[in-house]
């Protein structure tokens, strides 16, 4: 197997390549805005894009949707500078219909499932099916989804797919901004439901493993340039690097890391863009 080093290797040849055929020359400032369900990865990855091309990018973290200070579009309506967005994939393509994303820049770099988390050594529900799913959600006496794309689905679909949509009013609740993780760590939640690769970073919790194929929702991270953007070609860069089968390794490690249980369903999460 390629150890971590090594990809970092093949990765940093890939960027210098790609800023050759580019042809990009000065080092830049690059602006990225940036959802949680590449958070991991991105740590892990952009360092070596730094070193690799001597470019400096600066971050800042918010929810795809929403209206919370700190989500995205209300950062851009803010007119805060920007030069590569990374968020859920309909939610760029929105904000590109709304003349805030380059056409045509838009990438995919991944498919993230939902998961399910408990507090660290709390007993572990049984979600290996529909029905297991729907036991669980109503035997848990508090419950926390996010209010990006995952508590959406969850909120909206999911419920009323089990048929217990009215007995979640009173003990489901939307986190804004927060990770859902954090609410679980620190016991304000019995279960959390988000993309698996914003639960990872969290300390803190136990994830218990992916929704069954019945219940998933996959999403789509996506990555684009900002309207306005200062540095399209060194943000271009960026996103050619994230995109590379060099930082695949590594953003579907962000996902499932060596966790055997479940790891083969997400690696089949995976298929359709890395097979």
């Known amino acids: 197997m390629t150890s971590i080093s090594a990809t970092f290797r093949n990765i940093a040849f890939g960027v210098l390549t790609v800023l050759w055929l580019t042809g990009a020359a000065e080092a830049a400032e690059v602006h990225v805005m940036i959802s949680g369900g590449l958070t991991a990865a991105y740590k892990a990855l952009v360092p070596e894009f730094e070193k690799a091309t001597g470019n400096k990018v600066l971050t800042e973290y918010g929810p795809s949707m929403g209206t919370t200070t700190n989500a995205i579009p209300v950062r851009l309506e803010r007119g805060e500078p920007a030069d590569v967005l990374i968020m859920v994939g309909y939610a760029l393509t929105d904000l590109a219909g709304k003349g805030k994303v380059v056409a045509g820049s838009q990438v995919d770099l991944t498919r993230s499932p939902i998961g399910v988390a408990v507090k660290s050594g709390a007993p572990k529900p049984d979600i290996g099916s529909v029905e297991a799913v729907k036991r669980a959600l109503l035997a848990a006496k508090t419950i926390a989804y996010s209010d990006s794309a995952s508590g959406v689905y969850v909120s909206t679909e999911m419920f009323d797919k089990l048929g217990i949509a009215d007995v979640m009013k009173d003990k489901a609740r939307k986190i804004p901004a927060t990770p859902v993780g954090e609410i679980v ?91």
């Open 185 to 275: 760590a620190h016991g304000e939640a019995e279960l959390g439901f988000q993309q698996i690769s914003e639960l990872k970073p969290v300390k803190g919790i136990d994830i218990v493993g992916p929704l069954p194929n019945e219940l998933q929702k996959i999403t789509i991270f996506s990555a684009g340039i900002a309207a306005g953007s200062k540095e399209p070609e060194a943000g271009r860069a960026l996103i050619k690097f994230l995109a590379s089968p060099a930082a695949r390794d590594v953003i579907i490690a962000s996902e499932h890391g060596a966790d055997p249980g479940w790891g083969r369903e997400l690696r089949q999460a995976y298929s359709v863009r890395y097979s």
